[in-house]
């Protein structure tokens, strides 16, 4: 069973108090982890030069992934002083449920490539947590165990564009026990990400002497996550993209099934809707009238998303248009958003300008490839941290307490 803890008692180390007494010792892999950032300085150099690529790429120019960062530095905070912010809390309802904190772990495909179990060390990480983990569809660990480690995991779809075939996903994903259903929208189609091919990623991927090569030269991975995963569960397949097993991640021949995804329409989401009777949102919203049309659909919360800028190179930060669809959809419908979040600061904003929640993607990934559950833990324990400490600095004790009045538009 897995231990639960409080967010508001990490014990995140800061100049002001380096240690503190009684803490935990951290893994010696953990100490030098102060930031999200730190994580990926660290996959960078454990991961093969593939998989790195995998996970941190955009595609093409790379323009949307460099855009979703600096679209927070659009705005700076105009702190209030001399507020009571001792009983600061974390804690944020959202879609019926109460969460530990304001943020969750975005689903990421290919989890167990990069680290050992990936898709159970976020799942578990997350329960321990008490936050959000939403598994993808793209994920090589089948979802009846994922939702087993995690009974409040939710489940993030590529539906095909076949009603038959969606109607069969849906009877699995309920069978097993999800509560929460989000559809990704944004992939009609696959982005060009170049990156992955000048890296030698694919998927499948395909035996060469190259992948060899990089597998050799980083041992850590090789035998810790690679191997350990052959001997302990066979080869790895995409256990969740339709209703049966896909590909393996490693073949010579076999090429993936996508389905008809550009067959996709409203119609389609309204099938979903009649057949999906728990909770249901939908990802990859760039437009307020797309966020419109999804809650007159029957969405019950969205998620604003360029796919971390992987999809469509040029596309608009989801952060830039947040308060336009905010305002189109009223204060109280669930907008959530991801894509290029790091910081506390960054979840901060977000809510200041409208978002309900938010979610973090490749971060937890480079956590547990780093360190597994406890790296995952680990990071989710100082961006809590950080967004506890910058309330204080801000001079609110909750995060619904946040808004635009708190924020100076920079342009």
Same mark, same amino acid.
């Given at each position: 069973?897995?231990?639960?803890?409080?967010?508001?008692?990490?014990?995140?180390?800061?100049?002001? $108090?380096?240690?503190?007494?009684? &803490?935990?010792?951290?893994?010696?892999?953990?100490?030098?982890?102060?930031? %999200?950032?730190?994580?990926?300085?660290?996959?960078?150099?454990?991961?093969?030069?593939?998989?790195?690529?995998?996970?941190?790429?955009?595609?093409?120019?790379?323009?949307?992934?460099?855009?979703?960062?600096? &679209?927070?530095?659009?705005?700076?905070?105009?702190?209030?002083?001399?507020?009571?912010?001792?009983?600061?809390?974390?804690?944020?309802?959202?879609?019926?449920?109460?969460?530990?904190?304001?943020?969750?772990?975005?689903?990421?495909?290919?989890?167990?490539?990069?680290?050992?179990?990936?898709?159970?060390?976020?799942?578990?990480?997350?329960?321990?947590?008490?936050?959000?983990?939403?598994?993808?569809?793209?994920?090589?660990?089948?979802?009846?165990?994922?939702?087993?480690?995690?009974?409040?995991?939710?489940?993030?779809?590529?539906?095909?564009?076949?009603?038959?075939?969606?109607?069969?996903?849906?009877?699995?994903?309920?069978?097993?026990?999800?509560?929460?259903?989000?559809?990704?929208?944004?992939?009609?189609?696959?982005?060009?990400?170049?990156?992955?091919?000048?890296?030698?990623? $694919?998927?499948?991927?395909?035996?060469?002497?190259?992948?060899?090569?990089?597998?050799?030269?980083?041992?850590?991975?090789?035998?810790?996550?690679?191997?350990?995963?052959?001997?302990?569960?066979?080869?790895?397949?995409?256990?969740?993209?339709?209703?049966?097993?896909?590909?393996?991640?490693?073949?010579?021949?076999?090429?993936?099934?996508?389905?008809?995804?550009?067959? %996709?329409?409203?119609?389609?989401?309204?099938?979903?809707?009649?057949?999906?009777?728990?909770?249901?949102?939908?990802?990859?919203?760039?437009?307020?009238?797309?966020?419109?049309?999804?809650?007159?659909?029957?969405?019950?919360?969205?998620?604003?998303?360029?796919?971390?800028?992987?999809?469509?190179?040029?596309?608009? $930060?989801?952060?830039?248009? %947040?308060?336009?669809?905010?305002?189109?959809?009223?204060?109280?419908?669930?907008?959530?958003?991801?894509?290029?979040?790091?910081?506390?600061?960054?979840?901060?904003?977000? %809510?200041?300008?409208?978002?309900?929640?938010?979610?973090?993607?490749?971060?937890?990934?480079?956590?547990?490839?780093?360190?597994?559950?406890?790296?995952?833990?680990?990071?989710?324990?100082?961006?809590?941290?950080?967004?506890?400490?910058?309330?204080?600095?801000?001079?609110?004790?909750?995060?619904?307490?946040?808004?635009?009045?708190?924020?100076?538009?920079?342009?």
């Amino acid at each position: 069973m897995t231990s639960t803890y409080r967010l508001e008692d990490f014990a995140a180390p800061s100049s002001a $108090s380096p240690t503190r007494a009684g &803490a935990p010792a951290l893994p010696r892999r953990l100490r030098q982890m102060l930031s %999200l950032d730190d994580f990926e300085h660290a996959a960078r150099d454990f991961l093969p030069r593939p998989i790195f690529a995998y996970v941190s790429g955009g595609c093409e120019t790379n323009r949307s992934l460099q855009g979703n960062r600096s &679209a927070f530095a659009d705005y700076g905070w105009q702190t209030r002083i001399l507020k009571n912010t001792s009983g600061r809390t974390l804690t944020t309802a959202l879609l019926g449920e109460d969460w530990a904190a304001p943020f969750g772990i975005a689903p990421m495909g290919i989890s167990a490539l990069s680290a050992y179990r990936g898709d159970l060390v976020q799942a578990q990480a997350a329960a321990a947590a008490n936050i959000p983990m939403i598994l993808s569809g793209t994920s090589l660990i089948a979802m009846e165990d994922v939702v087993r480690a995690n009974p409040r995991a939710w489940f993030q779809a590529y539906v095909p564009g076949e009603p038959e075939r969606i109607e069969l996903l849906l009877a699995r994903v309920a069978r097993a026990g999800f509560g929460t259903l989000v559809v990704t929208a944004d992939t009609p189609v696959s982005g060009n990400r170049e990156n992955n091919l000048r890296a030698g990623f $694919s998927t499948p991927l395909r035996p060469s002497l190259r992948l060899a090569w990089e597998g050799i030269t980083h041992p850590g991975w090789l035998w810790g996550t690679a191997l350990r995963t052959l001997v302990r569960h066979g080869m790895p397949h995409f256990e969740n993209s339709q209703a049966s097993r896909g590909a393996p991640i490693l073949s010579s021949t076999v090429t993936r099934d996508f389905g008809a995804r550009d067959h %996709l329409n409203w119609e389609h989401f309204d099938l979903i809707r009649r057949r999906w009777k728990g909770k249901l949102v939908l990802k990859g919203i760039l437009h307020q009238d797309d966020a419109v049309q999804a809650r007159d659909h029957g969405a019950d919360g969205i998620i604003l998303s360029n796919h971390g800028g992987r999809q469509l190179d040029g596309a608009v $930060s989801p952060l830039q248009v %947040l308060p336009g669809v905010v305002q189109a959809l009223g204060s109280d419908y669930p907008v959530m958003i991801d894509s290029g979040f790091r910081r506390g600061n960054d979840v901060l904003l977000a %809510l200041a300008l409208g978002a309900k929640f938010v979610f973090v993607g490749r971060p937890f990934n480079y956590a547990g490839a780093v360190a597994g559950e406890a790296g995952v833990r680990h990071a989710i324990g100082i961006l809590a941290s950080e967004i506890l400490r910058n309330m204080a600095l801000i001079g609110v004790s909750r995060p619904a307490e946040l808004g635009r009045e708190h924020l100076f538009a920079k342009h």
